[in-house]
Nanobody
Framework: QVDLVESGGGLVQAGGSLRLSCAAS????????MAWYRQAPGKQRELVAV???????NYADSVKGRFTISRDDAKNTVYLQMNSLKPEDTAVYVC?????????????WGQGTQVTVSA
């Protein structure tokens, strides 16, 4: 059993910053890819950023240059530093981690954390 616990969401004014964290705990051999998704009301879930086990990152065009994804493998944690936030960044942010247990990879999701950006 693996649990993902997110933290760091909240209310911020446009132009402000927030840092999200997502920590995995349980019987983990290692973690491959880690990612952040978001879902705004009435919209489909979209991939925001992803980081591979080797540290390669990719971002949605809408957040490039403003958001930074990083990972700390010693803590089984993925972060999302969000700067220059815009009202259109308002959404529930959910982390995903590809966890390897006894040679098999499983996909786990966090519970989601609300990010609200006021104009």
């Amino acid at each position: 059993q693996v649990d993902l616990v997110e933290s760091g969401g909240g209310l911020v004014q446009a132009g402000g910053s927030l840092r999200l964290s997502c920590a995995a705990s349980g019987s983990i051999d290692r973690i491959n890819g880690m990612a952040w998704y978001r879902q705004a009301p009435g919209k489909q879930r979209e991939l925001v950023a992803v980081i591979s086990s080797g540290g390669t990152t990719n971002y949605a065009d809408s957040v490039k240059g403003r958001f930074t994804i990083s990972r700390d493998d010693a803590k089984n944690t993925v972060y999302l530093q969000m700067n220059s936030l815009k009202p259109e960044d308002t959404a529930v942010y959910v982390c995903n981690q590809k966890v390897v247990i006894t040679r098999y990879e499983f996909s786990y999701w966090g519970q989601g954390t609300q990010v609200t950006v006021s104009a």
